[in-house]
């Protein structure tokens, strides 16, 4: 069996694709956010799905295994997730049917692929890699602190999980249509798959958080920029060493404060109030000086996905004045987004 | 070979004591600092040293791992640390010795005792444990933020290795003299084989700092009080995330800032300033109320190890005066310690 080797070089070593997504039993859309996620962000490296009967569908070709390959297929992306964060009996079938068609196997899934002796077994024996991407290096260096050359630019949250990912990639993708040589440099396991490479920032020990995220996002042409996925929020009580680690070994350039309209209360931690924009933009500053004395807000990004786009247009036009910064939601785009990525390029 | 079992519990089981402290080829006091802190703060536990001829000494009884053996001691502690954080050549003679003799060895390097094949090999012969403090424990869980019965005090620092762990275990000596009910809280390897358990925090995996801090500092009565060392410092470029995560899982009612007069830059870091005392309590007073509202700052703690008796009491008496605020070199104690205590322990 090849486990992907010495822990390496995710963050080096491309993932193999193009990728089957494999959907499983999955009936909620909530569950199936990283296919979602290279639906959206990857489609050029996705030949199709594999989802069980009655289960939701992507809309991309119904695809065994071997028609995968044969359509080019190198790895089934397990493209779902569950509160367990493992494995299912009843998906093994289709992974085992995945190995024997010639396809690796990409998993996010906190329990390692490996660790399931029927996949162990069948990797061996066809000579096919069980890939978890929530495995970092092993050689991540302490932070050094040092000054890197290239400039990059970070989301940011006001909270987990309301848009930090899109934003990234959404500016991005804003950059290279521009012309700007960029990369968007993925800290979480979607990411990852998307982008084929990164880091795994809340799966590093923490000792070498900060130097993880230097080592995703190293010196650099001086005009080149790394737009970097931001993990948690500082004001999150489980997860915010996490997000500061990412700042300091990130030193950004630039931040984009991502929030949710509406959202009053930190997700899975009720009893925690959500900070301000404002606070949030003030303690990512405070805090991001240490490391980039010359960190600046570029504007606000607003996940608008649950108002009407007559009422997320009045909100973005009154937060930007409210705010005196360039606000906007990057998946509806519109003039606002374009004036955001401008002040993201801005030089001082 | 009983490595030490599943989720190592490490927080919870008790080390087995008293120990053989083990210094090796050592001849700098700097690479013993574990010895030094068991000789120091838990001198009841060790029974004797074990070091090579030409060696540095920390003056106690010189032992072979059997007559160790024979005055109860239960394991060898790798009271010494090299570069590399790594076992030498040189010493496993000595090691195995131990593990023929009845004695576990207990461990604080980066690497596993058991990667050295010889160890691993005798430990299963003899039925000894190779213990790895350094290795925390597999089922810590998301922090929740939930505020925890019982009192806390957290040592936080301007800088790393400036006396957190001293005045940590001053203070919870000082408490324990007054008779009042308290633990000390051990978060680095040192630390932990003093207090015989604690919490490798540096070790555990990003996502889970302040839910290690969680577990390591249970609920418990309302006057009993958990005396925590720090780790880190928020301003270090490499380890914020580190001290952060303490900070929120640990929700202490009072921090006592760490200092050591002189140092003007972080350890390792020379380009970076070290903060201000001010800036440090203000900091650390702003991450901290996210999870408990009540913190406040009882004083300041001075490592005055490098200045005269004379010199260092006018330093801690202008100190007080300029921050208004107890100030003490735990170490010196006097009136000034007792003081510190006094604050640390005032109710509002």
């Given at each position: 069996?090849?486990?992907?080797?010495?822990?390496?070089?995710?963050?080096?070593?491309?993932?193999?694709?193009?990728?089957?997504?494999?959907?499983?039993?999955?009936?909620?859309?909530?569950?199936?956010?990283?296919?979602?996620?290279?639906?959206?962000?990857?489609?050029?490296?996705?030949?199709g799905e594999l989802s069980f009967a009655n289960a939701i569908s992507i809309g991309l070709p119904q695809l065994t295994p071997a028609e995968a390959k044969a359509r080019g297929a190198r790895s089934m992306v397990i493209g779902v997730a569950n509160v367990g964060g493992r494995i299912l009996d009843t998906w093994v079938p289709s992974l085992l049917e995945a190995l024997v068609a010639?396809?690796?196997i990409v998993s996010g899934m906190h329990s390692r692929l490996a660790t399931t002796p029927a996949l162990a077994a069948a990797a061996e024996r066809y000579h096919r890699r069980l890939i978890d991407v929530r495995t970092?290096?092993?050689?991540?260096?302490?932070?050094?602190?040092?000054?890197?050359?290239?400039?990059?630019?970070?989301?940011?949250?006001?909270d987990c999980a309301l848009g930090k990912k899109y934003t990234a990639l959404a500016i991005a993708r804003a950059f290279q249509q521009r012309g700007i040589d960029s990369d968007f440099r993925a800290t979480g396991q979607t990411g990852i798959m998307i982008a084929g490479r990164g880091m795994p920032m809340d799966a590093v020990v923490a000792d070498f958080e900060a130097g993880a995220a230097e080592m995703l996002s190293p010196a650099a042409e001086p005009d080149h920029w790394d737009v970097i996925e931001g993990q948690g929020s500082l004001f999150h009580p489980a997860y915010a060493g996490v997000s500061l680690g990412l700042l300091h070994g990130s030193q950004p350039d630039v931040i984009v404060v991502?929030?949710?309209?509406?959202?009053?209360?930190?997700?899975?931690?009720?009893?925690?109030e959500l900070p301000s924009i404002e606070e949030t933009i003030d303690l990512n500053l405070t805090l991001g000086r240490r490391t980039n004395p010359g960190i600046r807000c570029a504007g606000v990004s607003l996940n608008t996905s649950q108002l009407s786009a007559s009422d997320a247009q009045q909100l973005i036009a009154q937060e930007s004045k409210r705010l005196r910064l360039p606000v906007a939601d990057p998946i509806r785009g519109g003039v606002e987004f374009e004036r955001l990525v401008d002040a993201c390029l801005e030089t001082r």
């Open positions: 069996m090849t486990l992907i080797p010495p822990a390496t070089d995710i963050a080096r070593l491309d993932l193999p694709r193009p990728y089957l997504l494999f959907l499983g039993d999955v009936t909620e859309a909530g569950y199936a956010k990283t296919a979602f996620g290279l639906r959206d962000w990857a489609r050029e490296q996705c030949v010639g396809l690796d970092p290096p092993r050689d991540i260096p302490i932070a050094s602190g040092r000054k890197r050359s290239g400039k990059r630019l970070l989301a940011v949250g006001t991502c929030h949710q309209p509406g959202r009053t209360h930190m997700l899975g931690h009720a009893q925690f």
